[in-house]
């Protein structure tokens, strides 16, 4: 077995390992460049470390890893067009590298790219990854439908909008591990279990992006505190607020700002926040999360020496500061 | 075995079936929207017919065609986005409809959905259908890529506009008939054989299209005569033109005209073709093609009358007025 660290270095290996035709260039190119634009590899080290509760070779565990990999930098580089970002991981993206057109066309590529990864798996587990694959790429491109369709509705409910992050994040952190114990041809029950337990640990961890965004340590941060308050973001902070708050704190919330009424704004917020106490209610809802992913872990019929690397990754993901 | 009409019914029946999620909504609603359209369903067709060469059980081969479908359908979606086109089959264009965002995001869940009617096939064909669907798709990818670099070219030359349609249209027409043998259980060399004769078939059938621009007979052709001519369109006729022609001839071939100018230039550039006997020479093409589909076409080991329904599709593709 291997921890976080040594899997981040497994992973990346891979990655750098990965080869695509060379030509049409203009094709390829954005693929070779998102990919390598680096991040925590967080799913696939989560394919991997699934794989590693039940069989140690992961030979095979590594083509579902590139597989998720390759998937999730597709939807990255589609997802930028749609939110027409400037930036990726402090880079220019690739469709204001390349164009939108094309930046359409390398991610449909990637995405062929990552179903012939999967179609190097062993035809004993190929049948059954191709499902969780799909269902979990089917979720990714839901999730991010309903994260359109929200930006223009004034009515979200606090359970559509965990609805939406469920779809959106949670359902590729489950379907990582789930895919991963498929490949080490876990049973179904196991399988089962992990897909809760990494469902669940998304939507902690979407709710503890949103209660940061707001009260992470501006030194640690690494970003504008208050991002998702000064752009009106529905987070689940500012929906519960919205349910509690008065309505002239309301217009406040959903007031439109710019400069320094923006600081302004985010201060004047975070003590709506404050009074309503919305960070401890979300750090209640985290706490949910957290407890049904770890009923989850429970469950699975595999030593607890075993799990030792997913709670480790659990802790790592929900005690940080960015 | 069933003729070609035969199998379009079962093609339209079958794409009746398909069942999409319902929410959420305007994420689906683009899919059943497309493939309602209709067109001949050529692709699936042959996937059918080519499986029918080798078993006449068709709920295998009728997954695969599902597949074969759904994918064409999706590159039409993002193929419109990426020429800005209005219309598709007479009817407003999904992006136009719903919006570019949308677009891109219902043509991504139709690959998904492609690779789930593939996930349905038995585990015995799987791996390698699997295989030569991605392989398939990123032929296309590829394909619409060179399309798109090729607008921005003047140096296209009459090799590289054969290998662009031989990725964008004929590496599907070889695909589909692959993918319909190997769900069949066909041999590797008869499969091959049919991935040939599609391959040379789609060819030529792109030629013969080019050819129809120019020499179609403008009551049956049910669209502008020329319209390649007026949209300066590097096409096999116009490359090869270039090629033999004056250089003021080149000049009159590549001018931007409107309106009336654009009929005269249509006239014009008909003469220039007449008097290097382009026209001819594309036909020389086009037999060559079809004369390379034919011999696979014969080297597949299975009788002369299973093959006679395929011979009728290649004798209908090839004769034809639009």
Redesign the interface.
Known sequence: MHNISELQVIVEEAIKQLRY?S??D??YAPISYIMALGGKRIRPVLVLMAAELFDEDLKEPLHAAMAIETFHNFTLI?DD??DNAPLRRGKITVHEKWGV??A??S???M???A??Q??NLD?SV??RA??T???T??GV??G???D??FENRDDVTLEEYIEMIRLKTAVLIGGALKLGAEVANASVEDAENLYSFGENLGIAFQLQDDILDVYASPEKFGKQIGGDIISNKKTWLMLQAIQEAESEEILTMLQVSEGDEALLKVKTVTEIYNKYKIKELAETQVKIYIDKAMQALDNIKVSDERKVYLRALTQKLMVRDN
């Open positions: 035709p030509k049409p203009k094709l589609h067009i749609m057109n094309n359409i066309l991610g449909d590529v995405m062929v790219e179903n012939k999967l179609s035809i190929l049948k191709l499902f694959f799909n269902s790429a089917q491109c839901q991010q439908q309903l359109m369709e």
